[in-house]
């Protein structure tokens, strides 16, 4: 499993996001720039329309769960766990 954060370096609460992130443990973290044009078949495959969007994937990158917007370490622990059930 690993988690898929999708951000752009003008976007704050993208900023905002990877200071949340710090406290995420034991999980793998893919930040893709979606400015960055050798991203764009993951921006595409994965549908990101807003920012900054954070995207769970089992390990065939198949997506688990999606979370869009500024979101709590709370919240995405929850929806990690979920996923692992």
Request: hydrophobic fraction near 40%.
């Amino acid at each position: 499993m690993k988690l898929l954060k999708f951000y752009a370096d003008w976007c704050a609460p993208c900023k905002a996001q990877n200071t949340i992130l710090e406290g995420l443990k034991d999980v793998e973290i893919e930040h893709i720039n979606i400015e960055d044009d050798d991203k764009q078949d993951l921006v595409s495959k994965y549908r990101v329309m807003s920012l900054p969007t954070m995207v769970i994937v089992n390990n065939e990158g198949d997506e688990l769960k999606r979370m869009i917007g500024l979101t709590t370490l709370e919240n995405i622990i929850k929806n990690i766990e979920e996923v692992k059930q």
